[in-house]
């Protein structure tokens, strides 16, 4: 984190890999009403899950770049790959405040840990992630400043299955299912489970499901509420009375973005700019 | 199709956007013993399968012109989204021959199909793709062309699944037969399919199998052969004894290029270049 606090009414940026990020930015909107929000989508290099830290960190730091430009005082990371390959490098270059989502989310998981005072085992979470989060270790750092050891899955399919739309089917619960079992079966003790992925909120009734199937019901932790309230916490409580605005820009496929992205606003998006970032 | 007839023992390039069009490298080495290849794997811009056809057409355009600057002669576009949404605008742009994989498998399939003199159906085939090749109705224009229907049906859980290693599991079967039943459905009398992805081959006789539960056993086509000696086609006869070489070049990641590449390519892989196509 640097530079100076920003005022109660700032220009906020939002940036994604894609449209998912827009669950960020829902929760954003009731808590700190007022603001202008810049969302940025960069649709013609997702997904960055699979890319590697030098390519998510030149990606990011271009399209930090273009918000800053648009006037940005304060820069919220709303991607899980992003937030764990990218974080330090966009906080060391930028002058605003810069926010990821993963450190809210786990210090979230962390107040739901039952304290255990008789118990020989460090607290523990568990963590289901894509395959470049995971191989990152930020979770497990966040975790491990805490105090907390962090048990973490690769889950490279359910992207694509929350993508394909299975929200709610047997495919996607037999992943969830295979998933499930090999996690529990490295950390049977865990009893809270942070979803991280902005993907993963959109499947967490069948996660739920599946883990009472298991015998393992779990605390679970949606980083996209956790991360708003860190964004909200920076900031002088807001008096304004006026509706937020929001502008919205992406690097590709506009008619996609304004179309399924509507569904994790929680509302009908405007018009979308279609911005050229290079590459 | 445009520019001279290449010399028999050319510089030929071989450009996907990852490793997974090493396969028609595979083919070609065989068929065109003597020439030198330039393989190039946009990897930082991966997948193409889910972007529009501007972006697309303007990553190809940046790859093509890589291959071009290292001495190309001829171009094989060993990726179905780039053939399906810029193959056009390669041929416009290029001096050298252009050959994509969507011709060539539809051709294959043609030669299978059976002629149908007494029925009043024309032929027709199957044609299992990305969300992108089957919206881009590349292999409807390239079946109209040859008097021949096309049912497409999209299929984007296949190459996550492939790329999990799930090649021979049982929810990829599932995700095969729900997929393969509704396109059945939508065209039964089909005898002839082809595979429009490079990824699918690796699910070959995970396909093979399916089709025989489901009783409708089909031809299956593999554009990646049928692409190679589309290639071969246009060169003199080869009367090289040396050895074929191979240089590498990657945008993203050449570690896991290397590592997982040489399944596809049947050999291991010397080093990989790492390149910057900005972006």
Not at 8 to 29: C, E
Not at 123 to 135: F, N
Not at 156 to 170: A, I, K, N
Request: proline share 8%; net charge negative; glycine share 6%.
């Amino acid at each position: 984190m640097s530079g100076n606090t920003p005022r109660s009414s700032p220009t906020i940026a939002v940036f994604d890999s894609g449209f998912v990020g827009l669950t960020v930015l829902r929760a954003l909107l009731p808590l700190i009403p007022g603001a202008h929000y810049v969302y940025l989508g960069d649709t013609a290099r997702l997904p960055y899950g699979a890319k590697s830290p030098q390519t998510v960190a030149r990606y990011a730091l271009s399209s930090a770049a273009f918000l800053l430009a648009q006037g940005a005082e304060m820069l919220v990371v709303a991607c899980n790959t992003a937030s764990a390959l990218a974080l330090d490098e966009l906080q060391h270059a930028l002058p605003i405040p810069v926010i990821g989502v993963i450190e809210p989310g786990v210090q979230a998981a962390a107040s739901l840990l039952l304290p255990t005072p008789y118990s020989l085992l460090p607290a523990s979470v568990l963590v289901l992630a894509t395959a470049a989060t995971v191989q990152s270790g930020a979770y497990s750092r966040a975790c491990s400043a805490l105090g907390i050891v962090a048990y973490e899955k690769a889950c490279p399919l359910l992207v694509p299955l929350v993508e394909e739309g299975w929200t709610d089917h047997p495919v996607t619960a037999e992943v969830l299912r295979i998933y499930l079992t090999e996690a529990l079966e490295a950390a049977p003790t865990v009893t809270t489970l942070v979803l991280g992925c902005t993907h993963y909120p959109l499947i967490k009734p069948l996660i739920e499901r599946t883990l009472t199937a298991l015998n393992h019901p779990m605390h679970i932790v949606d980083s996209a509420s956790a991360t708003a309230h860190a964004a909200a916490a920076l900031l002088p409580a807001s008096t304004s009375t006026t509706e937020p605005t929001c502008t919205f820009y992406a690097t590709d496929s506009i008619e996609k973005f304004q179309r399924l992205g509507s569904a994790f606003l929680g509302q009908p998006l405007p018009a979308v700019h279609l911005i050229d970032l290079g590459g």
